[in-house]
C-alpha cells in the first residue's frame, strides 16, 4: 500500500549540517506518518503543510526541483523517484538549468529524463526566458527561474480541470518559508524526508546511505529539514 510522506520530528542535528538518518529515532518517522493514502494524517505536523489526505497516484504529480534531481544523480539514484508509482511531471526549466552547463550530474539527468517514462511540462517562464535569450541575452534573468516555473504548474494544478494534486520536492531554503506560494492541492517536502518515506514504505533499504553516496560523490547535500524541528 501507498503511504504518504514522513515528516516528524526527530531529525538530529550533527557535525557539518549533515543530519545522519541513521539515527533518526523510528519512533518519531511513525507517530507523523499515516498508514496510507486515504487516511487522515496522524502525526502532530503535516510534512507536506497540510493537514487533509494526499489522494490516490492517479490524481498526483511529483513534481521535483534542481535540488533533488542533482542530489539523487550524484547518488546514482534517479529511480527512486518511480518508486511510489506517482507520474514524474520535469518543468521544461528545471530540465534546462540541471542540462544547460557541464557539470558532474548533467549529462547522466539528460539521459535518464530522455529515457524513462517522464513528462516534460512546457512553462510560460521557460519560453519567456528563451525569448529573453534570443533577444537580449545581457538581460535574461537566470537565477530561480526553476522554482518560477514550479509555481507557474502549482498554480495552473490548481485551475486547471480535473484537478491534480502536485508533490513538490525541494531543497531549497528559499522554498520552505511561507512566502512561497503552495495551492491548496499542492504539496511540498524535501528530499531527506522523501527518502525517509521510501525506506518506511520498504523501497529502500538505508534513506542515511543514499545521502553518504551523495555526499561522498561531491554533493553539498542540503542541510534543509522539512518541515522544521
Known amino acids: 500500500m501507498r ?3 514522513p515528516c516528524g520530528p526527530g531529525h538530529p542535528r550533527a557535525p557539518r549540517g549533515v543530519a545522519p538518518l541513521a539515527h ?15 487516511h487522515p494524517v496522524v502525526g502532530p505536523i503535516d510534512y507536506l503543510s497540510r493537514s487533509e489526505p494526499l489522494p490516490m497516484a492517479a490524481n498526483l504529480a511529483l513534481l521535483p526541483d534542481a535540488g533533488p534531481l542533482i542530489t539523487l544523480a550524484y547518488a546514482d539514484a534517479l529511480d527512486l523517484l ?8 520535469l518543468v521544461d526549466m528545471v530540465l534546462h538549468e540541471v542540462t544547460r552547463n557541464q557539470t558532474p550530474t548533467s549529462e547522466k539527468l539528460a539521459q535518464w529524463a530522455a529515457a524513462r517514462p517522464i513528462s516534460v511540462r512546457t ?4 519560453q519567456h526566458y528563451r525569448q529573453t535569450l534570443a533577444t537580449h541575452p545581457a538581460a535574461a534573468r537566470t537565477a530561480h527561474l526553476g522554482e518560477l516555473a514550479i509555481q507557474e504548474t502549482m498554480n495552473d494544478f490548481a485551475l486547471d480541470p480535473p484537478q491534480q494534486t502536485g508533490v513538490f520536492l525541494f531543497e531549497d531554503h528559499r522554498i520552505a518559508r511561507a512566502s512561497f506560494l503552495l495551492p491548496d492541492n499542492c504539496r511540498k517536502i524535501s528530499t531527506r524526508a522523501y527518502l525517509l518515506f521510501l525506506e518506511q514504505q520498504g523501497w529502500l533499504a538505508s534513506a542515511a546511505d543514499i545521502e553518504r553516496r551523495a555526499i561522498q560523490a561531491g ?8 518541515p522544521p524541528e
Not at 519512533?27 to 498508514?35: C, I, N, S, V
Request: overall charge positive; glycine content about 8%; hydrophobic content about 45%.
Open 3 to 5: 503511504g504518504v510522506l
Open 24 to 38: 533518526v529515532p523510528t519512533w518519531a518517522a511513525r507517530r507523523a506518518l499515516p498508514a496510507t493514502l486515504g
Open 82 to 89: 518511480l518508486k511510489p508509482g506517482w507520474p514524474i511531471v
Open 123 to 126: 512553462t510560460r517562464t521557460f
Open 219 to 226: 554533493r553539498s547535500f542540503s542541510t534543509l529539514r522539512f
